[in-house]
């Protein structure tokens, strides 16, 4: 089968030809690489091989795949997919954006907590898979389980999110407000007489020179924190933070919703979703069984014990960065009562939470 794969240059096509060289995915597909600002020149050695790119505005071109996986973006998507349908192309299209999520014949994938619905879509003839929210899927990685066996009544989650979950240049502008405050308080940091309040009115200082770098999140992220991601939209409520409960729903494919709700934050960490999670249990259900549950959710799930010493070890970004763990950690009834269920819950955003459930999709389909 012949596969095309465009967006590969960006952070989430980066991750997703790692793990499939890693995985040796490449070996079973005849693979096509597109551009949408290089085509004709030759990409450089990707699988043991280069390739010639080709138009990824191309329809004839796009439409000789099989497959399309694509990384570009919800406005790429917004440009071609309507275009291959209507020509009359019946192949699978991949897509890690938002753009498709909640069309009602499009298909969220993440397969350890929902293979059956994968199958049961690719079954009924389905062709459009789409990559869940990032933090959604890190979410069901955790607690899926729990969902799955009907113990969760409601859940609230405060997610802090990553600054590459913003996109390459936040990523690299973050990186740049350390640069700029590492220089701004140099001086002071090097006096042992300075106190660290005469420190901290210099950071202060550095949010207000028209230097500061803060063209992409249009704020200070180092040493601050911003409780808003994504487009407002009604009750008060972010984007971002409706995308919990109605791909949640969509992903597990559940008879009664579950009501999911929270705060969307962004944090100074480079890479890696947190959430802070509370659940309504349905009963009170003994610690030892929520363990063993939470355990066998997927073959990553972790459980961490809750202590400081493996909390700090293993319940971090900096823990899992790179990794597909997904720790489930703090776990503990709280003083709502016993059906009060409290948790913290880390993984790497641009594996499970983007690149790996699509390259996983292939699997299923060749």
């Known amino acids: 089968?012949?596969?095309?794969?465009?967006?590969?240059?960006?952070?989430?096509?980066?991750?997703?030809?790692?793990?499939?060289?890693?995985?040796?995915?490449?070996?079973?597909?005849?693979?096509?690489?597109?551009?949408?600002?290089?085509?004709?020149?030759?990409?450089?050695?990707?699988?043991?091989?280069?390739?010639?790119?080709?138009?990824?505005?191309?329809?004839?071109?796009?439409?000789?795949?099989?497959?399309?996986?694509?990384?570009?973006?919800?406005?790429?998507?917004?440009?071609?997919?309507?275009?291959?349908?209507?020509?009359?192309?019946?192949?699978?299209?991949?897509?890690?954006?938002?753009?498709?999520?909640?069309?009602?014949?499009?298909?969220?994938?993440?397969?350890?907590?929902?293979?059956?619905?994968?199958?049961?879509?690719?079954?009924?003839?389905?062709?459009?898979?789409?990559?869940?929210?990032?933090?959604?899927?890190?979410?069901?990685?955790?607690?899926?389980?729990?969902?799955?066996?009907?113990?969760?009544?409601?859940?609230?989650?405060?997610?802090?999110?990553a600054a590459s979950g913003a996109g390459a240049q936040n990523m690299k502008e973050l990186v740049q407000q350390w640069a700029f405050m590492t220089n701004h308080t140099e001086e002071l940091l090097n006096d042992p007489a300075q106190s660290a309040l005469a420190i901290d009115k210099k950071v202060r200082e550095g949010y207000a020179e028209t230097t500061f770098p803060q063209n992409h999140f249009g704020a200070p992220l180092v040493g601050n924190l911003l409780p808003w991601i994504d487009s407002a939209r009604e009750e008060g409520e972010t984007r971002e933070e409706w995308k919990a409960m109605v791909e949640a729903n969509k992903i597990m494919n559940l008879e009664r919703q579950l009501p999911i709700d929270g705060t969307c934050v962004r944090i100074g960490s480079l890479r890696c979703h947190s959430q802070g999670v509370m659940l309504k249990l349905t009963s009170d259900i003994p610690m030892n069984d929520i363990e063993a549950i939470v355990r066998e959710?997927?073959?990553?799930?972790?459980?961490?014990?809750?202590?400081?010493?493996?909390?700090?070890?293993?319940?971090?970004?900096?823990?899992?960065?790179?990794?597909?763990?997904?720790?489930?950690?703090?776990?503990?009834?709280?003083?709502?009562?016993?059906?009060?269920l409290n948790l913290f819950t880390v993984g790497d955003q641009l594996l499970w939470g983007a690149a790996e459930p699509l390259r996983r999709f292939l699997s299923f389909i060749n």
Request: hydrophobic share 40%; glycine share 8%.
């Open 1 to 161: 089968m012949k596969l095309g794969i465009i967006g590969w240059r960006g952070m989430v096509g980066n991750v997703l030809l790692e793990r499939m060289t890693s995985e040796k995915d490449f070996e079973h597909w005849d693979i096509e690489l597109f551009s949408t600002s290089q085509a004709g020149q030759s990409s450089p050695e990707i699988f043991n091989q280069t390739f010639t790119l080709l138009d990824a505005h191309d329809l004839d071109a796009l439409s000789a795949c099989d497959v399309l996986i694509t990384c570009q973006g919800s406005g790429y998507t917004q440009k071609v997919h309507g275009p291959l349908r209507q020509k009359g192309w019946n192949g699978y299209f991949v897509d890690a954006s938002s753009e498709l999520r909640m069309n009602p014949d499009s298909v969220l994938i993440l397969d350890p907590v929902n293979q059956s619905v994968i199958e049961q879509a690719i079954s009924d003839g389905k062709k459009d898979f789409i990559g869940p929210n990032c933090t959604v899927s890190l979410l069901l990685m955790a607690i899926g389980g729990l969902i799955q066996e009907g113990h969760v009544e409601w859940v609230s989650t405060m997610t802090y999110q």
């Open 297 to 340: 959710t997927t073959p990553w799930t972790k459980w961490v014990d809750n202590n400081k010493e493996a909390t700090i070890k293993n319940l971090t970004p900096a823990a899992v960065t790179g990794t597909l763990d997904i720790p489930v950690g703090r776990v503990r009834k709280t003083k709502l009562g016993n059906e009060f």
